[in-house]
């Protein structure tokens, strides 16, 4: 738009050329960084899963509840 209202409005000489481009296709990471990190993740929780104790070993045996009446 021109400075004034009575002037037509003219195109940027220095935009004049410019051209809207197509993305590029995304790169093979971009494409299947969520599987990578998925499987990554299911490995190292079996790691820490394997490497878990369900109850440290005390050497005590568990004191029991059965009575004799």
Not at 18 to 32: H, I, T, V
Not at 40 to 68: E, Q
Request: with cysteine; net charge positive; charged share 15%.
């Amino acid at each position: 738009m021109g400075l004034f209202k009575d002037t037509p409005p003219s195109e940027h000489p220095d935009y004049t050329q410019l051209r809207f481009m197509a993305a590029g296709s995304p790169s093979w990471w971009k494409q299947n960084r969520h599987k990578v990190l998925a499987v990554g993740g299911l490995l190292v929780g079996f790691w820490l899963a394997g490497h878990h104790d369900a109850a440290p070993d005390t050497g005590v045996p568990a004191a029991t509840c059965n009575t004799v009446r």
